[in-house]
C-alpha cells in the first residue's frame, strides 16, 4: 500500500519559514520523480517545486528562490524548505510521487501565512 504523509504545516508570519516534510512509503522511492504542489482557496492546483529521481530541481517563479525542494533517499523522505513566506503563500500543500503511469498523492498539509 502506498502512502505519502505530509507534515510541517502551520501558522507562520510573513517573512517566517516553515520546512515541510514528506515521507513515502510502498514505493521504491529513488526511482520517483518527487514534488510538493499547492492549492489555495478558490484556486487550482499548481506546482511549487519537484525533485527528480537524480536531483534535478524545478520551480514555480513564483517561489523560486525562497523554496528549496530536497530528498533523502535513505529515509525515503522529501522536503520543502520555505523561506520568506508571503500571504500569498498560503495553501494546501500536497506531496506527489511520479514514475510514468498514475501518480501518488499525499492528504495535504495546511501552511497559513498571517500577521
Known amino acids: 500500500q502506498v502512502q505519502l504523509v505530509e507534515s510541517g504545516g502551520g501558522l507562520v508570519q510573513p517573512g517566517g519559514s516553515l520546512r515541510l516534510s514528506c515521507t513515502t512509503s510502498g514505493i521504491f522511492f529513488t526511482s520517483y520523480a518527487m514534488a510538493w504542489y499547492r492549492q489555495a482557496p478558490g484556486k487550482q492546483r499548481e506546482l511549487a517545486a519537484q525533485i527528480t529521481s537524480g536531483g534535478s530541481t524545478n520551480y514555480a517563479d513564483s517561489v523560486k528562490g525562497r523554496f528549496t525542494i530536497s530528498r533523502d533517499n535513505a529515509k525515503n523522505t522529501v522536503y520543502l524548505q520555505m523561506n520568506s513566506l508571503k500571504p500569498e503563500d498560503t495553501a494546501v500543500y500536497y506531496c506527489?510521487?511520479?514514475?510514468?503511469?498514475?501518480?501518488?498523492w499525499g492528504q495535504g498539509t495546511q501552511v497559513t501565512v498571517s500577521s
Open positions: 506527489n510521487a511520479a514514475l510514468g503511469g498514475r501518480p501518488h
